[in-house]
């Protein structure tokens, strides 16, 4: 699959959009259920806590699948995502509160490979102030 952004519309340099996500603890007992890991660090903050982390924390992945979101929604298909990786830096620390935590999320297209169709995007996530996710990059097939 191929995204409906024409690879002959982005540079070097383009930004996409940039997006907050609001994460609460219901949010990550949801994913809990969803992907199956239950580790009490993500729901249990005595558990936590006792572990050495300043509160319970986000799941990694779910961490990752909300950066993810920028480029698949900036390319319109997330089947034109060809490769995805990241590098844990920090974990997104969520509060027992209404509130909880916020991941912002910015990104721009960093390389363009004319024969094959691709760009590399490269995005920068935070959480509380502090870069959350390393290496964080996507290869993205445009039409």
């Given at each position: 699959m191929t995204a409906r952004i024409s690879y002959d519309e982005v540079e070097v340099g383009t930004e996409l959009p940039v997006?907050?996500?609001?994460?609460?603890?219901a949010d990550l007992v949801r994913y809990?259920?969803?992907s199956g890991d239950f580790n009490p660090i993500h729901w249990n903050e005595k558990f936590a806590k006792e572990v050495g982390?300043?509160?319970?924390?986000?799941?990694?992945?779910?961490?990752?699948?909300?950066?993810?979101?920028?480029v698949t929604?900036?390319?319109?298909?997330?089947g034109a995502v060809a490769e995805y990786g990241v590098r844990f830096?920090?974990?997104v620390v969520v509060p027992n509160d209404d509130e909880g935590a916020v991941i912002e999320v910015s990104?721009?297209?960093?390389?363009?490979?004319d024969e094959n169709r691709?760009?590399?995007?490269?995005?920068?996530?935070?959480?509380?102030?502090?870069k959350v996710l390393g290496m964080s990059r996507a290869v993205v097939r445009l039409a």
């Open positions: 997006r907050s996500f609001p994460v609460t603890r809990a259920g969803a982390l300043p509160d319970v924390i986000a799941h990694g992945m779910f961490t990752m699948a909300e950066a993810a979101r920028v929604d900036w390319a319109g298909d997330p830096t920090r974990p990104g721009k297209v960093a390389v363009k490979d691709t760009v590399r995007v490269d995005l920068l996530v935070k959480s509380g102030g502090q």
